[in-house]
C-alpha cells in the first residue's frame, strides 16, 4: 500500500477490525518512511450489478450516488452520523441482496424512501421531492398528507 503522504510503498498495520456493518475491514497503517498514520479499507469486490434506469438505459450501480442522495436528505437535520451511515449500509445491502445481475431504479428509490420514513420526516419529504418529481403542489401535498395525519392524530382525539 503506497502512502498517500510520500508515495512510498513501505508501512506496517497497526491496528485491524470489521467496519461497514462487517463488510469491511478497516486497517490503521504507518509509513515506515515518514512516520505519518493512514487509513485504509479492505472490502469483498463486488458483483457487476446494473441499474436499470426510468427510461430503460442501464448504467453500473454506484453506491455513491446512494450515499450522496440520503447525505443531501438529511444534511442539516438532528439525525446522528451513525444513524446515516446505517441507512446507506441498509440500502446497500438491500440492493446486492436481490442477487439478480441487474435492479430497477425505483426498486432504490423506494428502499431509500422506506429508510428516510424511519429516520426522519423531513428527510424523507427532501428525498420524496427530488425523487418523485412533484409537478405541482397537489402532488406534493398527497405525499406530505400521511406523515401530517399521523403527527397530528393524537391532537385530534379527545381526552
Known amino acids: 500500500m503506497k502512502c498517500p503522504f510520500c ?7 497497526i491496528d485491524s477490525r470489521s467496519g461497514e456493518d462487517g463488510f469491511a475491514i478497516r486497517r490503521r497503517r504507518a509509513c515506515l518512511n515518514c512516520d505519518k498514520r493512514f487509513t485504509t479499507f479492505e472490502r469483498v469486490a463486488e ?11 442501464r448504467e453500473s450501480f454506484d453506491s455513491e450516488k446512494v450515499r450522496s442522495g440520503i447525505e443531501r436528505a438529511c444534511w442539516k437535520r438532528p ?7 446505517q441507512a446507506i449500509s441498509h440500502v446497500i445491502q438491500n440492493v446486492y441482496a436481490n442477487g439478480e ?15 428516510l420514513s424511519r429516520i426522519d420526516d423531513v428527510a424523507y419529504i427532501r428525498f420524496a421531492s ?7 403542489l397537489n402532488e406534493f401535498f398527497e405525499e ?8 397530528l392524530l393524537p391532537e385530534r382525539q379527545p381526552k
Open 7 to 13: 508515495h512510498t510503498d513501505n508501512d506496517k498495520v
Open 47 to 57: 458483483i457487476d450489478l446494473r441499474v436499470v434506469k426510468k427510461d430503460g438505459t
Open 79 to 85: 439525525i446522528a452520523a451513525t444513524q446515516v451511515e
Open 101 to 115: 445481475p441487474e435492479v430497477d431504479s425505483r426498486a432504490i428509490g423506494e428502499c431509500v424512501m422506506e429508510v
Open 130 to 136: 427530488v425523487y418523485r418529481q412533484f409537478k405541482d
Open 144 to 151: 406530505v398528507q400521511p406523515i401530517l395525519d399521523r403527527k
